[in-house]
């Protein structure tokens, strides 16, 4: 059976730097591969396998791209780094609330949502204006 995918990667993504729009792109299958298996009603174990793998990569990728953007606008690297702390914060309320580090289809569109918009938005805008 062909897996059903909830986003497909577009150019609409992309910010210009290499290793971010890769690390983007992980972070995009790991939600595909959660929805699929969300969907698919697979096991409990195996979403929460999902959830704490893609909650472990949101947080490498999030300080992979502060420490870059931090060289490229202290100031603002701040402010953008608050946004990522409320997104963790969120994912932690999550695994808090489920007990048994599950995920929802709802909570996972939710959270696809504002990854989504923060990159096309917030993670775009911060380069624009400070990309050498
Ligand atoms: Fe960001």
Redesign the pocket.
């Known amino acids: 059976m062909k897996k059903k995918h909830l986003i497909t990667w577009d150019t609409a993504f992309e910010v210009g730097i290499a290793s971010i729009d890769s690390q983007h792109r992980t972070l995009i299958n790991y939600i595909n591969e959660l929805a699929y298996t969300i969907d698919n009603r697979k096991i409990k174990t195996e979403v929460s396998t999902l959830f704490i793998k893609l909650y472990e990569y949101t947080k490498f990728h ?1 300080k992979a ?1 502060e420490a870059y953007f931090f060289t490229l606008n202290e100031n603002d690297c701040l402010l ?1 780094q608050l946004q ?1 702390k409320h997104f963790i914060e969120e994912l932690d309320r999550l695994i808090a609330l489920n007990e048994n580090e599950t995920c929802s289809q709802e909570q996972l569109y939710l959270l696809t949502d504002w990854l989504l918009n ?1 990159i096309q938005e ?2 775009l805008k911060f380069l624009q204006q400070h990309k050498p």
Do not use: V
């Open positions: 999030f791209e953008h990522h923060h917030e993670d």
